[in-house]
């Protein structure tokens, strides 16, 4: 009797770790490509990624960079006050999209520019993305409105 309730046991926590591990896979293969890491534009250039990695990148728009109605593709800089990365995207850019205000980009970095699929701009007078804000304190150059 008690080889049985052993045996059975054993087969339940068999059955349970494997079930943990395929678990574990499928989550891990379900999210393989919609993770974005974020990087500044001095994180960049510091370290060029792959062509073929998608990440976000932040910053401010850079003062007269924005150039619209060359075509379709709309090219602009993005700075974190300690580099400078040129930024073309295909697309409408959103209303509140403007030169010395926060943007974040999704895309990849080919051939020194990133090349954006997705740009997401501010959406009041205060606000900057997170990610954005570190990475300009990080250089010195932005002071939060609240003196924080």
């Given at each position: 009797?008690?080889?049985?309730?052993?045996?059975?046991r054993?087969?339940?926590?068999?059955?349970?770790?494997?079930?943990?591990?395929?678990a574990?896979?499928?989550?891990?293969?379900?999210?393989?490509?919609?993770?974005?890491?974020?990087?500044?534009?001095?994180?960049?250039?510091?370290?060029?990624?792959?062509?073929?990695?998608?990440?976000?990148?932040?910053?401010?728009?850079?003062?007269?960079?924005?150039?619209?109605?060359?075509?379709?593709?709309?090219?602009?800089?993005?700075?974190?006050?300690?580099?400078?990365?040129?930024?073309?995207?295909?697309?409408?850019?959103?209303?509140?999209?403007?030169?010395?205000?926060?943007?974040?980009?999704?895309?990849?970095?080919?051939?020194?520019?990133?090349?954006?699929?997705?740009?997401?701009?501010?959406?009041?007078?205060?606000?900057?993305?997170?990610e954005?804000?570190?990475?300009?304190?990080?250089?010195?150059?932005?002071?939060?409105?609240?003196?924080?």
């Amino acid at each position: 009797m008690k080889s049985l309730k052993k045996k059975r046991r054993v087969q339940v926590i068999g059955i349970a770790a494997v079930a943990l591990v395929l678990a574990t896979a499928l989550i891990g293969y379900g999210m393989r490509d919609g993770i974005n890491f974020f990087r500044s534009p001095s994180q960049v250039l510091a370290e060029p990624p792959s062509p073929t990695e998608v990440f976000r990148i932040g910053g401010l728009v850079e003062e007269g960079s924005l150039k619209r109605g060359e075509g379709e593709v709309i090219r602009f800089n993005v700075t974190d006050g300690g580099a400078v990365v040129s930024v073309t995207y295909r697309g409408v850019l959103p209303d509140l999209f403007e030169e010395n205000q926060g943007m974040v980009g999704t895309g990849s970095y080919r051939d020194g520019v990133f090349v954006a699929t997705e740009i997401l701009a501010k959406h009041d007078e205060t606000y900057m993305p997170k990610e954005v804000v570190d990475a300009l304190k990080a250089q010195g150059v932005y002071v939060d409105p609240d003196g924080s």
